[in-house]
């Protein structure tokens, strides 16, 4: 039986729902494994949903006019494929044999693999900060009426994140972000903390700025009639709290402690499905949205004036951005400065801060495009969730911080990562060179953690000139990429004209006969040019690498340094010695020279306390005098054989 029309009745939806039980159980049990229950004590919120209020062209998934759907209850997977079928996207055979089958794109949880999946989901907390993220995208650059529904578990309403979402949807007045919580009172290990008490969840909601409903999430009535309220005139985001039964349906185990995430086994599954009245085939399609695709694009330039560039049209190198060289310019301002340059030529640039922007220059951008810029508070977790939303609707969002503070969001970073958006991300105050304020503030780990991102383009400019040009490089850069700026002001080493493309390498000193390789990126290639007017002076010859691309790193550069050198190499990184800059040189050179080299690391191997950069950058050993002196320890050391051709 197909349906398909905007005013589909309650008894349609009433069989749909059973029917997407009954295909969550099918599934899961075919696979052996996934989260019938789950899915089942959700079932009637999403056959409302779906068949009664979900404006969405399933023949085009593309359309910029379509509502988004977000399961930030990820593992109830079963129940969304189930939705795919029901909606006729997917096929029986393919929810039955293909789900979480190797090679398959019906995986465990929801990934971007399907044209219907904006974010990939399931580490809990995520989906709903990711909608805030979309709805911004529809509230104030696209303006388009399409709404961000997405569905919470109970059990993730613990998550801080969960209340970042709902703080900065009340902010930003995202009317069109509605949150449906299935209530079903079972986490993984037992009762959550709340159990049903839904007045409790409503008053915290509220409290936050959104409109709480509650309803019994088994009564289509009442959804329906909750679901239609949202749709009226509020200046608020609304969230549905619906009182649910974990395995509704299958009295076996409905509301049973023992029951998550387990596929029921076969004869138990056909108890279920007789249970819950056979297999169906209804197939039905609810509203579509309103409206053309045709001013679609149009709407996504805010404020457009007809003399600007098109979104569309190449970003050249910026002839009015430049610095001089020896002038000293922190690589922060030179982010700021190259922003607010980038958004003249490109209006799908936004950007994104946690209230440091007049520390990360994000400020200038800020002042400049106010209409393209979201304020996030000290939320890290909704900074990046943002991003993630933005870049769902094809934005290509700037978010910076402190880096040290991007540990915060690091689950949101990886998981952007595993839903394929391009994630633009800066982190000011890196290392040990920013000073008194002291360990907590200084990122130590942020190399490591963005290079192991899947994917990842991890960037660190020495000075202003690369900054910006890497700035330009990032806004057509896929994947999750990283630029680490530094907070003093180190004089400008490349002229205007020189290209920083990314995986590459500068050379900013070097001869025919140099005898040991210095290795630094950003503070560091200071120290490193220093260390080798120091070693001049005593007549030894130094070759300084500047790695502003760390990865992918350029290894070329590097395995032709460490050649003339004899395999002599000091690596100097104002970081922490595991997983940096220096992890990832010597795993460049290895591919090349095996044991054929000396490599010293210089890096921050102890607790810092509060001082000067230079006092600092001289008590971790990172300064012009320590990587000089452990230049002069390796040359005085017997000759490294070079290997037989």
């Known amino acids: 039986m197909r349906t398909e029309t905007a005013s589909i009745g309650l008894d349609t939806v009433e069989g749909l729902a059973a029917q997407l039980r009954v295909d969550s159980i099918r599934s899961s049990t075919s696979a052996g494994s996934g989260h019938p229950t789950s899915s089942m004590s959700a079932a009637d919120l999403l056959a409302v949903l779906v068949a009664r209020h979900l404006r969405y062209d399933w023949d ?45 794109r019906l995986e465990g949880h929801p990934t971007p693999v399907l044209p219907w999946v904006d974010v990939a989901t399931g580490s809990l907390g995520q989906g709903l900060p990711d909608g805030v993220g979309v709805a911004l995208a529809g509230r104030y650059l696209d303006r388009l009426p399409y709404r961000v529904w997405v569905l919470c578990g109970d059990s993730e309403m613990a998550e801080g994140s969960i209340w970042e979402a709902l703080d900065k949807a009340a902010y930003y007045e995202l009317s069109n972000l509605v949150a449906i919580v299935d209530v079903n009172r079972l986490g993984q290990r037992g009762p959550t903390e709340l159990e049903w008490d839904l007045d409790t969840y409503a008053r915290r909601a509220e409290s936050f700025g959104a409109v709480a409903l509650t309803v019994d999430g088994h009564d289509l009535s009442e959804i329906d009639q909750a679901l239609t309220t949202v749709e009226g005139d509020s200046h608020r985001p609304t969230v549905v709290f619906a009182r649910t039964v974990k395995g509704k349906g299958f009295s076996e185990v409905e509301d049973s402690l023992d029951w998550h995430g387990k596929p029921f086994p076969p004869e138990m599954a056909e108890r279920a499905i007789a249970e819950l009245g056979g297999v169906r085939e209804i197939v039905v399609r609810g509203p579509r949205p309103s409206g053309g695709t045709a001013d ?37 301002k030179a982010y700021g400065d ?94 040990v060179e920013i000073g008194a304020d002291g360990p907590s503030q200084m990122a130590l780990e942020d190399l490591a953690m963005m290079r ?48 920083f493309p990314v995986g590459g390498a ?12 210095l290795v630094g990126a950003g503070v560091t290639v200071h120290s490193c040019l220093t260390a080798a007017d120091i070693l001049a002076g005593e007549g030894l010859t130094a070759r300084v690498i500047d790695c502003y691309s760390v990865k992918p790193i350029d290894a070329a550069v590097l395995i032709e340094a460490a050649s003339v050198t004899s395999g002599r190499v000091v690596v100097a990184e104002d970081h922490h010695a595991e997983g940096g800059l220096c992890s990832a040189v010597t795993a460049a050179l290895l591919t090349s020279r095996g044991n054929n080299l000396t490599v010293t690391q210089l890096a921050v191997r102890e607790m810092p306390g509060s001082g000067s950069g230079e006092e600092l950058l001289a008590w971790a050993g990172i300064d012009g005098d320590s990587i000089a002196a452990a230049a002069r320890q390796l040359l005085a050391a017997p000759d490294i054989a070079t290997p037989a051709p």
Not at 384 to 398: D, H
Request: aromatic share 10%; hydrophobic share 40%.
């Open 60 to 104: 085009e998934a593309a359309s910029a006019r379509n509502d988004h759907l977000i399961f930030s209850k990820g593992h109830a997977s079963p129940l969304l494929y189930s939705v795919f079928k029901a909606v006729g996207v997917i096929s029986d055979d393919e929810l039955i044999n293909g789900y979480r089958r190797f090679g398959q």
């Open 338 to 431: 190259a922003l607010v340059e980038l958004g003249v030529h490109d209006r799908l640039v936004v950007a994104l801060d946690g209230e440091v922007s007049n520390s990360t220059y994000a400020v200038e951008f800020a002042r400049t495009y106010p209409d393209r810029y979201f304020e996030m508070f000290i939320a890290e977790q909704q900074l990046i969730a943002a991003a993630s939303g933005l870049a769902v609707r094809g934005y290509k969002p700037f978010a910076s911080t402190f880096a040290a503070f991007l540990t915060r969001a690091y689950d949101f970073i990886r998981m952007g990562a595993v839903s394929g958006l391009d994630l633009r991300l800066v982190g000011s105050h890196a290392g």
């Open 506 to 517: 500068k050379v900013p000193q070097s001869s025919d006969h140099d005898q040991v390789t």
């Open 296 to 332: 679609a694009d149009a709407a996504r330039t805010p404020d457009a004036d007809a003399s600007q560039p098109s979104a569309t049209e190449p970003v050249h190198v910026n002839e009015s951005l430049s610095y001089e060289v020896g002038e000293k310019v922190a690589t922060r």
């Open 452 to 499: 192991a991102v899947h994917g990842s383009t991890v960037l660190y400019p020495s000075d202003a000139t690369s900054a910006a040009a890497l700035v330009r490089e990032m806004a057509s850069t896929s994947g999750v990429s990283y630029l680490r700026t530094t907070r003093g002001a180190y004089p400008v080493l490349y002229s205007q004209d020189e290209r």
